[in-house]
């Protein structure tokens, strides 16, 4: 059992390390704020449909107000590419403004093609999101690897670093840039598709399975199940999964403000939901007889009101400890079928808007969803929580009370 719990955390140590798989996660989590701040304006937009009190905006009025949230999930992609690259180019040391430049030309060579003097925007946004990882990487690497075989423009000495750092990166850009318009061109003619959409086309496999029960609920398992195991369970899948949720999270904030129904489950929000039921811990913990229970709950009250597990999962401690790490990878997998089933039956509404997850419950749930249900599944969630929790911490409790009266007795 050591070794085989052994060999997990290496495993996921090693994912969490990925120098790719960091990058994009890096990357993604360093823009988020910004899906927070558009977020903020749609729900502006949204207020005269959550308060009946409110007029309704004229279409100048609600267009304006709409004008950050376009911005950012309309050039998301454009950031991502940005950022992604700018944290996949410190992995290398190489130059952090040139790599973030010449993937962002590439990017819109591949994403925005002229046509007709215009320019096609549609995989700017957060369509373009799986472009923008294969971009930004793909970048860095070929930059990188060009610099190790000192592939580069040599000035003399007696010219200033910055004029030439800047021409140290002009046979990349060059060389890159042109390689990914060939590689547009090729894929026009050999499947009529822009390269963004036969990535797409590709994918939809994956994302389609994504929406399922059985991959919500797996994901939920792995993520609870290493942070039982000292790891961080998100970042170790982030890699993977947040290009996805925030992708889907995008297209029910676009069809929420163009008026129309919103059909991805799999969203950023979602997957918060599920996991954010942490003051159900400090709660139980201040009924228990353990001084040191007791304790623990009136510190970590407060940090988990606004859904922070941390003094939790690190105090208690629920790492390497059965009794609690059952119910926390239980409670966090079953939330999340909850969850899913309450979207997909159409109990409750599908998230549309990226609220902050410190937001505490169950105004998080309403916010995401701006249906009221959302916070009747809150409570159902909340009881569902406790009864998987009450019988492990009672155990726990008369463990650790044991523990403090054969220390005093000593």
Not at 166 to 189: E, K
Not at 370 to 391: C, E, K, N, Q, T
Request: hydrophobic residues 55%; proline residues 6%.
């Amino acid at each position: 059992m050591k070794k085989l719990q052994d060999k997990l955390i290496e495993v996921g140590n090693k994912l969490a390390t990925q120098r790719h798989l960091q990058s994009i996660s890096f990357g993604l989590m360093a823009i988020m704020p910004l899906t927070i701040f558009g977020s903020i304006f749609q729900l502006i937009s949204a207020l005269p449909d959550i308060f009946p009190f409110i007029p309704s905006y004229s279409e100048t009025i609600k267009d304006a107000i709409l004008f950050p949230y376009n911005m950012v999930f309309g050039l998301f992609g454009v950031i991502a590419v940005c950022a992604i690259a700018y944290y996949h180019a410190r992995t290398y040391k190489l130059d952090l403004l040139q790599a973030p430049i010449v993937s962002l030309l590439s990017f819109i060579v591949l994403a925005a093609p002229i046509v007709d003097n215009n320019m096609d925007a549609t995989y700017l946004g957060s369509q373009g999101i799986f472009l923008a990882i294969f971009v930004a990487l793909v970048t860095v690497e070929i930059m990188q690897l060009l610099k190790r075989h000192n592939i580069q423009i040599k000035l003399p000495d007696s010219v200033p670093p910055a004029v030439a750092a800047s021409f140290d990166a002009i046979i990349p850009m060059c060389l890159i840039v042109a390689g990914f318009y060939g590689l547009s061109l090729l894929c026009q003619n050999f499947t009529g598709m822009l390269l963004p959409s036969w990535i797409m086309s590709l994918l939809t496999p994956a994302i389609q399975g994504s929406e399922s029960l059985w991959f919500c609920m797996l994901m939920a398992f792995i993520i609870a199940f290493l942070q039982f195991l000292g790891v961080h369970g998100f970042n170790v899948v982030s890699g993977i999964i947040l290009p996805l949720l925030i992708a889907n999270t995008g297209a029910n904030a676009a069809a929420y403000a163009a008026g129309e129904t919103a059909t991805k489950i799999f969203t950023l929000p979602m997957f918060q939901m599920s996991g954010v039921f942490c003051y159900i811990i400090p709660l139980l913990f201040l009924k228990c007889k353990s001084e040191r229970l007791r304790s623990m709950g009136k510190i970590s009250i407060v940090p988990a009101i606004f859904n922070i597990a941390e003094p939790i999962q690190y105090g208690a401690p629920i790492m390497f400890n059965p009794i609690l790490g059952i119910p926390w990878i239980a409670f966090y997998t079953i939330n999340m079928g909850i969850i899913w089933c309450c979207m997909n039956f159409g109990i409750m509404g599908k998230a549309v808007i990226a609220a902050s997850s410190n937001i505490p419950m169950p105004f998080f749930q309403y916010l995401c969803t701006l249906d009221w249900r959302a916070v009747l599944i809150f409570v159902v969630m909340f009881i569902v929580s406790g009864l998987i929790w009450y019988p492990f911490i009672k155990v726990y409790d008369k463990k650790c009370l044991d523990e403090e009266n054969n220390l005093q007795a000593e």
